[in-house]
Protein backbone atom coordinates (compact mmCIF):
# COMPACT_ATOMS: atom_id res chain seq x y z
CA UNK A 1 0.00 0.00 0.00
CA UNK A 2 1.72 3.30 -1.35
CA UNK A 3 1.27 5.97 1.72
CA UNK A 4 2.09 9.50 2.28
CA UNK A 5 2.74 10.97 5.44
CA UNK A 6 1.94 14.22 6.72
CA UNK A 7 1.94 15.46 10.85
CA UNK A 8 -1.45 16.18 11.15
CA UNK A 9 -0.44 19.37 13.46
CA UNK A 10 -1.72 21.51 14.29
CA UNK A 11 1.69 23.75 13.30
CA UNK A 12 1.47 27.13 15.10
CA UNK A 13 4.05 29.85 14.31
CA UNK A 14 3.71 33.33 14.82
CA UNK A 15 2.83 35.83 12.19
CA UNK A 16 6.02 36.47 10.25
CA UNK A 17 7.58 33.26 10.59
CA UNK A 18 9.20 30.77 8.41
CA UNK A 19 6.35 27.42 8.86
CA UNK A 20 7.92 24.30 7.90
CA UNK A 21 6.04 21.35 6.78
CA UNK A 22 7.18 18.26 6.24
CA UNK A 23 5.91 14.49 3.99
CA UNK A 24 7.29 11.32 3.17
CA UNK A 25 6.70 8.70 0.56
CA UNK A 26 6.77 5.03 0.50
CA UNK A 27 7.05 4.87 -3.14
CA UNK A 28 10.91 5.30 -4.31
CA UNK A 29 9.97 5.59 -7.99
CA UNK A 30 7.77 8.33 -7.75
CA UNK A 31 8.34 11.08 -10.44
CA UNK A 32 6.01 14.20 -9.17
CA UNK A 33 5.52 15.91 -6.20
CA UNK A 34 2.97 18.28 -5.42
CA UNK A 35 1.78 20.92 -2.48
CA UNK A 36 -1.92 22.00 -2.02
CA UNK A 37 -3.38 24.75 -0.11
CA UNK A 38 -6.71 23.81 1.53
CA UNK A 39 -9.15 25.83 3.26
CA UNK A 40 -12.06 24.51 5.64
CA UNK A 41 -14.78 23.28 3.30
CA UNK A 42 -13.24 24.46 -0.05
CA UNK A 43 -11.41 22.36 -2.59
CA UNK A 44 -7.35 22.11 -3.02
CA UNK A 45 -5.15 24.63 -4.49
CA UNK A 46 -1.90 23.95 -5.75
CA UNK A 47 0.63 25.64 -4.88
CA UNK A 48 4.05 24.57 -5.69
CA UNK A 49 5.64 21.27 -7.62
CA UNK A 50 9.23 20.19 -7.72
CA UNK A 51 10.17 16.89 -9.93
CA UNK A 52 13.78 16.75 -9.51
CA UNK A 53 16.05 16.82 -6.17
CA UNK A 54 16.99 19.94 -4.42
CA UNK A 55 15.39 23.52 -3.85
CA UNK A 56 12.42 25.27 -5.70
CA UNK A 57 11.22 28.84 -4.99
CA UNK A 58 8.53 30.66 -5.87
CA UNK A 59 7.56 34.05 -3.65
CA UNK A 60 7.59 33.23 -0.05
CA UNK A 61 7.22 29.48 -0.57
CA UNK A 62 10.38 27.26 -1.22
CA UNK A 63 9.36 23.22 -1.87
CA UNK A 64 12.45 21.05 -1.04
CA UNK A 65 12.53 17.22 -2.59
CA UNK A 66 15.21 14.35 -1.47
CA UNK A 67 14.07 11.60 -3.45
CA UNK A 68 17.20 9.46 -2.11
CA UNK A 69 15.44 10.10 1.90
CA UNK A 70 11.78 9.88 0.02
CA UNK A 71 10.92 13.09 1.35
CA UNK A 72 9.30 16.42 0.84
CA UNK A 73 9.38 19.96 2.53
CA UNK A 74 7.74 22.99 1.80
CA UNK A 75 8.83 25.97 3.57
CA UNK A 76 6.70 29.14 3.97
CA UNK A 77 8.94 32.72 5.06
CA UNK A 78 7.03 35.74 6.30
CA UNK A 79 3.56 33.16 7.53
CA UNK A 80 0.70 35.30 7.55
CA UNK A 81 -2.61 34.59 9.22
CA UNK A 82 -4.18 34.20 5.71
CA UNK A 83 -1.82 31.01 5.42
CA UNK A 84 -3.74 29.30 8.15
CA UNK A 85 -5.07 26.35 6.30
CA UNK A 86 -4.29 22.85 5.95
CA UNK A 87 -1.62 21.99 3.53
CA UNK A 88 -1.76 18.70 1.26
CA UNK A 89 1.36 16.48 0.20
CA UNK A 90 0.34 14.37 -3.21
CA UNK A 91 2.86 12.23 -4.75
CA UNK A 92 2.15 11.16 -8.43
CA UNK A 93 2.33 7.42 -8.16
CA UNK A 94 4.38 5.34 -10.45
CA UNK A 95 2.56 1.92 -11.16
CA UNK A 96 4.49 -0.12 -13.93
CA UNK A 97 5.03 3.05 -15.94
CA UNK A 98 4.20 6.54 -15.69
CA UNK A 99 0.88 7.40 -14.34
CA UNK A 100 -1.34 10.05 -12.71
CA UNK A 101 -3.08 9.42 -10.12
CA UNK A 102 -2.48 11.83 -7.04
CA UNK A 103 -1.68 9.92 -3.83
CA UNK A 104 -2.53 12.16 -1.28
CA UNK A 105 -1.58 13.18 2.46
CA UNK A 106 -3.78 13.71 5.51
CA UNK A 107 -2.66 16.61 5.51
CA UNK A 108 -0.88 18.96 7.98
CA UNK A 109 -2.87 22.12 9.74
CA UNK A 110 -1.38 25.10 9.97
CA UNK A 111 -2.35 27.99 12.45
CA UNK A 112 -0.10 31.73 11.99
CA UNK A 113 -0.72 33.80 15.05
CA UNK A 114 -1.19 37.21 14.70
CA UNK B 1 -6.91 33.00 -15.67
CA UNK B 2 -8.63 29.56 -17.03
CA UNK B 3 -10.19 27.11 -14.08
CA UNK B 4 -12.27 23.98 -13.76
CA UNK B 5 -15.57 24.35 -12.54
CA UNK B 6 -18.31 22.09 -11.25
CA UNK B 7 -21.95 22.32 -10.84
CA UNK B 8 -24.06 21.97 -9.15
CA UNK B 9 -21.96 22.84 -5.60
CA UNK B 10 -24.33 20.90 -3.67
CA UNK B 11 -26.23 17.98 -4.37
CA UNK B 12 -29.06 16.67 -2.03
CA UNK B 13 -29.98 12.83 -2.78
CA UNK B 14 -32.25 9.84 -1.51
CA UNK B 15 -30.44 6.78 -1.26
CA UNK B 16 -30.72 4.48 -4.39
CA UNK B 17 -31.04 7.53 -6.73
CA UNK B 18 -28.77 8.16 -9.61
CA UNK B 19 -26.55 11.72 -9.26
CA UNK B 20 -24.89 13.56 -12.24
CA UNK B 21 -21.72 15.55 -11.31
CA UNK B 22 -20.59 18.33 -14.02
CA UNK B 23 -17.25 19.26 -14.61
CA UNK B 24 -15.90 21.67 -17.12
CA UNK B 25 -11.71 21.46 -17.29
CA UNK B 26 -9.71 23.36 -18.83
CA UNK B 27 -9.86 24.04 -22.12
CA UNK B 28 -6.68 22.77 -23.33
CA UNK B 29 -6.06 20.21 -20.42
CA UNK B 30 -5.79 16.96 -21.76
CA UNK B 31 -6.24 14.63 -18.67
CA UNK B 32 -9.58 14.82 -16.18
CA UNK B 33 -9.80 13.09 -12.86
CA UNK B 34 -12.43 12.43 -10.40
CA UNK B 35 -11.50 12.48 -6.49
CA UNK B 36 -13.39 12.95 -3.46
CA UNK B 37 -12.56 13.60 0.16
CA UNK B 38 -14.90 12.10 2.94
CA UNK B 39 -15.65 14.59 5.86
CA UNK B 40 -12.20 15.15 7.89
CA UNK B 41 -10.38 12.03 5.57
CA UNK B 42 -8.22 11.93 2.84
CA UNK B 43 -8.55 13.47 -0.83
CA UNK B 44 -8.91 10.16 -2.15
CA UNK B 45 -8.25 9.39 -6.06
CA UNK B 46 -11.30 7.59 -8.00
CA UNK B 47 -10.83 7.89 -11.92
CA UNK B 48 -8.79 9.41 -14.37
CA UNK B 49 -9.89 9.42 -18.12
CA UNK B 50 -7.87 10.77 -21.35
CA UNK B 51 -8.81 10.63 -25.18
CA UNK B 52 -12.17 9.92 -24.07
CA UNK B 53 -11.69 6.39 -21.88
CA UNK B 54 -10.67 5.59 -18.27
CA UNK B 55 -7.19 4.88 -18.29
CA UNK B 56 -7.19 3.92 -14.21
CA UNK B 57 -9.28 3.92 -11.24
CA UNK B 58 -9.24 2.87 -8.34
CA UNK B 59 -11.03 0.33 -6.58
CA UNK B 60 -13.52 2.67 -5.27
CA UNK B 61 -15.18 3.12 -8.73
CA UNK B 62 -16.81 0.70 -8.99
CA UNK B 63 -19.68 -0.78 -11.17
CA UNK B 64 -21.58 1.97 -9.51
CA UNK B 65 -19.88 5.22 -10.99
CA UNK B 66 -19.45 6.19 -14.60
CA UNK B 67 -17.57 8.78 -16.43
CA UNK B 68 -18.11 10.09 -19.48
CA UNK B 69 -17.15 13.55 -21.89
CA UNK B 70 -20.53 13.98 -23.77
CA UNK B 71 -19.23 16.78 -25.82
CA UNK B 72 -16.30 19.36 -26.22
CA UNK B 73 -16.03 20.49 -22.77
CA UNK B 74 -18.04 18.78 -19.85
CA UNK B 75 -17.06 15.94 -18.03
CA UNK B 76 -19.48 14.24 -15.63
CA UNK B 77 -19.10 11.35 -12.77
CA UNK B 78 -22.36 9.45 -12.17
CA UNK B 79 -23.23 7.32 -9.47
CA UNK B 80 -26.28 5.02 -10.48
CA UNK B 81 -27.54 4.04 -7.39
CA UNK B 82 -25.91 6.00 -4.38
CA UNK B 83 -25.57 5.14 -0.87
CA UNK B 84 -25.44 6.65 2.51
CA UNK B 85 -21.02 6.28 1.95
CA UNK B 86 -21.32 7.89 -0.85
CA UNK B 87 -21.44 11.38 1.25
CA UNK B 88 -18.49 13.04 0.54
CA UNK B 89 -17.21 16.32 -1.83
CA UNK B 90 -16.00 15.40 -5.08
CA UNK B 91 -13.56 17.07 -6.66
CA UNK B 92 -12.94 17.21 -10.70
CA UNK B 93 -9.20 18.00 -11.63
CA UNK B 94 -7.48 18.51 -15.11
CA UNK B 95 -3.99 18.21 -16.54
CA UNK B 96 -2.39 19.39 -19.15
CA UNK B 97 -0.06 16.11 -19.36
CA UNK B 98 -0.16 12.82 -17.53
CA UNK B 99 2.27 13.42 -14.49
CA UNK B 100 2.19 17.01 -14.15
CA UNK B 101 0.07 19.68 -11.98
CA UNK B 102 -3.68 18.71 -11.56
CA UNK B 103 -5.93 21.81 -10.87
CA UNK B 104 -8.89 21.14 -8.91
CA UNK B 105 -12.21 22.86 -9.16
CA UNK B 106 -14.20 23.37 -6.17
CA UNK B 107 -16.07 20.80 -5.57
CA UNK B 108 -19.63 19.43 -5.50
CA UNK B 109 -20.53 18.54 -1.99
CA UNK B 110 -22.75 15.20 -2.50
CA UNK B 111 -25.01 14.28 0.46
CA UNK B 112 -27.16 10.83 0.81
CA UNK B 113 -30.11 10.78 2.61
Known amino acids: QKEVEQNSGPLSVPEGAIASLNCTYS??????FFWYRQYSGKSPELIMS????GDKEDGRFTAQLNKASQYVSLLIRDSQPSDSATYLC??????????????FGTGTLLAVQP | EPEVTQTPSHQVTQMGQEVILRCVPI?????FYWYRQILGQKVEFLVSFYNNEISEKSEIFDDQFSVERPDGSNFTLKIRSTKLEDSAMYFC???????????FGPGTRLTVT
Open chain 1, 27 to 32: DRGSQS
Open chain 2, 27 to 31: SNHLY
Open chain 2, 93 to 103: ASSVQRGYEQY
Open chain 1, 90 to 103: AVNERDGGATNKLI
Open chain 1, 50 to 53: IYSN
